[in-house]
């Protein structure tokens, strides 16, 4: 079977997590402040905070920039729920605004028609690894004075014109066992803003600076030794990583003649492939694509199944979203956003990982184009 998703982890991971164990330092202790360091780096940015997911990473960050109930983040119905949930959870409104059809990210030009006096904040999410237009969007929130938070869980080493996603806003990123890098469980906030990263540092630990003097409230969403010791070793090799999905991806894109819609990517933006999704073009297909895929030892994924806006923890809920563009909202009642809803029926996530050999690429190549015929 090639599966869908494999961390790479070997001996040297082993023996950084070993080491931790032994030296009976097992929280925010140097590991912590060395994969910080590290990871700052590889997103060129002053300021890296470790925490315990991504997840947390997206909560800290909107607590860190001051949102919270009566505020709106316009935001992507078609991303992992924790994305809009993190909103939700500060008590804030996402607002959802469609996407473009061939990036499946934000679409700019729907952003400013979906601003209020309400909207604090823009968090664009970097789907499947593919930077979106963030150039566009800094524009956006220069001129109307918002905070634009990365959703850069997808993402890690991704950048535009050399410039690494979650160095244009306030990063966040996962470090979930699937992602491009992992730490087991894992998140982390980049920002170039000291004060944002002092005020994520809080909200992680209490709101403890020194020990037992509460500055404010907090949460305990801090990372372990044991993960950051694997992060920075994951570290050291994700340039490794991310070039082998490039080429695998690269590959795919260049044998699946047959595929009408394969990754695009603008010119400049570097996409790191967390995913490599196509399209199946009648999308009453897509179960028959999948099994018969799994039958033939090629693992898939569906990314994502249905749009938030219609999961029941939003659609059963009254009030707890807006959609950006009130015309198309009002006319039709289950069809809001219809760009990303399409996609949720179409896509389809083929193995690109870093364990994918070249001749795996060509057994997908193979059993892809069979089913296109
Ligand atoms: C994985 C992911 C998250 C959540 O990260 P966790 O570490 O699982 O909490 C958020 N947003 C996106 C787009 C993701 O892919």
Not at 68 to 97: K, Q, W
Not at 115 to 130: C, D
Not at 141 to 149: E, H, K, N, Q, R
Not at 314 to 338: C, F, N, T
């Amino acid at each position: 079977m090639i599966p869908i998703a494999r961390p790479q982890l070997g001996a040297e991971e082993e023996a950084a997590v070993l080491r931790v164990l032994s030296s009976g330092m097992l929280a925010q202790g140097t590991q912590v402040a060395l994969f910080e360091q590290r990871f700052a780096q590889i997103c060129q940015v002053r300021e890296a905070v470790a925490v315990s997911s991504g997840t947390s990473a997206l909560l800290l960050a909107l607590l860190a920039h001051e949102i919270g109930p009566g505020d709106e983040v316009i935001t992507t119905p078609f991303s992992f729920a924790a994305t809009a949930n993190a909103i939700r959870l500060v008590g804030a409104t996402p607002v959802f605004v469609d996407i473009e059809a061939d990036s499946y990210n934000l679409n700019p030009a729907l952003v400013e028609a979906a601003i209020t006096e309400r909207t604090k904040a823009i968090m664009p999410v970097h789907l499947y690894g593919n930077p979106c237009d963030l150039p566009r969007l800094q524009m956006i929130a220069l001129a109307y004075g918002l905070v634009i938070i990365e959703d850069a869980c997808q993402a890690h080493a991704a950048a535009i014109d050399g410039q690494p996603v979650g160095s244009f806003g306030t990063g966040c990123f996962s470090f979930y066992p699937t992602k491009n890098m992992t730490t087991g469980e894992g998140g982390i906030v980049t920002t170039n803003d000291t004060e944002v990263a002092e005020r994520v540092r809080l909200w992680r630990n209490h709101g403890q600076k020194e020990r037992y003097r509460h500055l404010s409230i907090g949460y305990n969403l801090r990372m372990t030794e044991l993960q950051a010791a694997i992060g920075v070793v994951q570290a050291e090799k994700l340039e490794q990583f991310t070039e082998q999905r490039i080429a695998n991806a690269t590959a795919l894109t260049r044998h699946l003649h047959d595929v009408v819609l394969t990754p695009m990517v603008h010119p400049g933006y570097r996409h790191v492939y967390h995913q490599y999704t196509i399209r199946v073009p009648k999308y009453d297909q897509r179960d028959r694509w999948v099994e018969q895929l799994r039958a033939r030892g090629i693992g898939t994924a569906i990314h994502y199944p249905c749009v938030i806006h219609q999961q029941p923890a939003y659609r059963e809920v009254e009030g707890s979203y807006r959609i950006g563009d009130m015309a198309e909202a009002q006319q039709v009642r289950d069809m809001h956003l219809p760009v990303a809803e399409e996609a949720a029926c179409q896509v389809l996530s083929l193995p690109v990982h870093p364990g994918v050999t070249r001749d795996d690429v060509m057994t997908i190549v193979r059993e892809v184009q069979a089913l296109c015929r």
